[in-house]
């Protein structure tokens, strides 16, 4: 599977976590103080991941180049 769009895929376990997180910053909408804290919570788990898998050394897959 290549993708081309710069996509990012997420563990399951990530992926549980990220939208039990949006859930609870969208139950506390009315809210503004509880809200900014949930989209807080969200965004630094969030740019957690990104960042882990940005320095993560490849285990797997092998990049090949393209032949033109």
Do not use: H, W
Request: proline share 3%; with cysteine; charged share 45%.
């Amino acid at each position: 599977m290549e993708l081309k769009g710069g996509e990012r895929i997420f563990s399951r376990k990530s992926t549980k976590v990220m939208i039990k997180k949006a859930k609870k910053a969208k139950s506390v909408e009315d809210d503004p103080k509880k809200f900014e804290s949930a989209c807080k919570s969200l965004g630094k788990y969030l740019f957690k991941e990104l960042s882990a898998q940005d320095n993560r050394s490849p285990e797997y897959v092998e990049l090949k180049e393209d032949k033109k």
